[in-house]
């Protein structure tokens, strides 16, 4: 049988493939990346010849993004494929694409929004985010086809930071989340607060985030991330979100607040409140850890690094890779004292108060729990 090699563009792995296709989807063995084809297969065949229509070579971003004709490069069509082309730029038909069906145990996303040309455009967000990949795949296990990165320096226009990118790629994170799964979402962007109409917040705000396109698409609210990431996690399964923005003390809405003193003493303060709509998980955990309270800034700043950094998305990298078995209070604490002592020392931080917070489906010693990821 005539066969042909490719590269599948989800983990890299280069494929062995056909050149007759005779199926409607084409799944990868390494990482079980799968392009499901929604025509017949004889669409995939020119007139002149057969050819196997690689979908991996399409410009296609693996969270269930549909991927359409206008997403081929030129450059690269062999000559065969051009009655399919013409075949398919006339009726505009969409391919969808699924992500891998085998994730391990572990994935994330992580988002990182920089606003550029904006007046309030941000620095460090792209940076904090390529950091906190190198931490995840490098020190921590993730596997590199598990994380998805979004940034406005992402060529792929599915992982740009768009309100609609956005939300498939939440979906996606816990898409078949089972038990003993670890899930991570990371942003770093800006934040803000929108004036709460159905009666589920404290202080009558509802927390958001701004996607790069929020001025035309509008924000992602603390609601809908809370009904998209935090209320399917199953039992046995576990989520962590690492927060980098203004105004997000409770921005994954979430029951329970640790409020910690500046001796470390702490309290669990619930926020739940009567009659609204639950805010907790199917079983799992999902915890918090946010930049700043929900009243309080955070910023970029050059102070540890020279370079423009989230304080958040470094101090706590650097805390959890410096100490093993790394219990949340002690990671909480940690992290307050970095930024206090960077914010005292320089004049280039933001001179607001800036403190760490932590929140969570369920309560806990925080002296005790080790943080595992």
Not at 86 to 96: G, K, V, W
Not at 103 to 120: I, M
């Amino acid at each position: 049988m005539a066969t042909r090699t490719d590269k599948c563009q989800w983990c890299g792995v280069n494929l062995l493939l056909p050149l007759q296709l005779q199926a409607n989807s084409v799944r990868c063995p390494n990482c079980q990346y799968i392009i499901q084809l929604q025509h017949s297969p004889d669409l995939y065949f020119h007139s002149e010849g057969n050819g196997y229509l690689n979908g991996a070579s399409n410009n296609c971003n693996g969270m269930g993004f549909p991927a359409y004709r206008n997403c081929w490069k030129q450059d690269f069509e062999p000559s065969w494929l051009n009655g399919y082309l013409r075949y398919m730029q006339s009726y505009q038909m969409p391919m969808q694409v699924l992500p891998p069906t085998f994730h391990g145990r572990k994935r994330a996303v992580l988002c990182g929004v920089s606003y550029k040309g904006h007046p309030k455009s941000l620095k460090g967000s792209v940076n904090d985010v390529l950091c906190m990949k190198y931490f995840l795949v490098e020190r921590m296990g993730f596997p590199n086809s598990s994380v998805i990165v979004l940034t406005e320096e992402e060529k792929d226009p599915f992982r740009v930071p768009t309100k609609h990118n956005i939300q498939r790629a939440l979906h996606w994170l816990v898409q078949g989340c089972q038990s003993g799964d670890s899930l991570v979402f990371h942003y770093s962007g800006h934040g803000s607060r929108v004036r709460d109409h159905d009666g589920d917040e404290i202080d009558g705000y509802d927390e958001s985030l701004c996607p790069v396109d929020y001025e035309t698409e509008g924000k992602i609210l603390d609601d809908e991330i809370n009904a998209t990431i935090v209320r399917p996690l199953p039992r046995g399964a576990t989520l962590h979100a690492i927060i980098d923005t203004c105004f997000s003390g409770t921005f994954l809405d979430l029951p329970f607040m640790c409020r910690m003193n500046r001796e470390g003493y702490y309290r669990w303060v619930d926020h739940s409140i009567p009659y609204a709509a639950y805010k907790g998980t199917r079983g799992g955990l999902a915890i918090s850890i946010s930049a700043c309270d929900d009243d309080q800034n955070s910023g970029d700043t050059t102070v540890f690094t020279g370079t423009a950094t989230g304080a958040l998305t470094y101090s706590f990298i650097q805390t959890v890779e410096r100490e093993p078995r790394l219990t949340y209070g002690r990671l909480l604490s940690t992290m307050r004292n970095s930024i206090s002592k960077a914010q005292n020392g320089f004049l280039n931080f933001t001179n607001s108060l800036q403190e760490p917070q932590l929140s969570s489906s369920e309560q806990f010693d925080i002296y005790s729990k080790a943080i595992i990821l």
